[in-house]
């Protein structure tokens, strides 16, 4: 039962990691660095316009930082209902999720979302929406 739930929970957490595409909100987030070192070594631009571009740049960049969190936490949600579930039903072991066993079951769920993805992928780009 536990290599199941190993199982799922891995599949689930690759699938709510390619929705939410947190690669995507790390180059937003390294852009916004970048423009706002350009603002503060800008020297033609006065001080007000720089203090307001400067509070946006701040803005935006705590706006992705907390979607990053967010993503990471969803991201990991199943495996901690794993933890809980050792937590609350003390018929399994933790060590099981250190096991060799495990680990390679991990990586399997990983290799197969990734193929079922790719293939996915492939059948279906060129078909269009039916209006």
């Known amino acids: ?4 739930a190993l199982f799922i929970s891995t599949f689930i957490s690759c699938l709510i990691y390619d929705i939410l595409k947190p690669n ?4 937003k987030l390294s852009k916004s660095y ?11 631009m006065e001080d007000g316009e720089r203090q307001k571009k400067l509070l946006w740049c ?4 705590l706006k992705k930082v907390i979607q990053l969190i967010v993503t990471i ?14 937590t609350f039903i003390q018929k399994i072991s933790i ?6 066993e495990s680990i390679v079951l991990s990586l399997f769920a990983i290799f197969l979302f990734v193929l079922l ?8 780009k060129n078909r269009k929406a039916f209006t």
Do not use: A, C, E
């Open 1 to 4: 039962m536990i290599w199941i």
């Open 24 to 27: 995507f909100l790390i180059k």
């Open 34 to 44: 970048k423009l706002q070192l350009k603002i503060m070594l800008d020297k033609k």
């Open 58 to 61: 701040f803005r935006y960049q």
């Open 73 to 86: 936490i969803l991201t990991l949600t199943p495996f901690t209902t794993l933890l809980l579930w050792h």
């Open 95 to 100: 060590d099981l999720l250190y096991s060799w």
């Open 117 to 124: 993805k790719n293939g996915y992928v492939k059948i279906f």
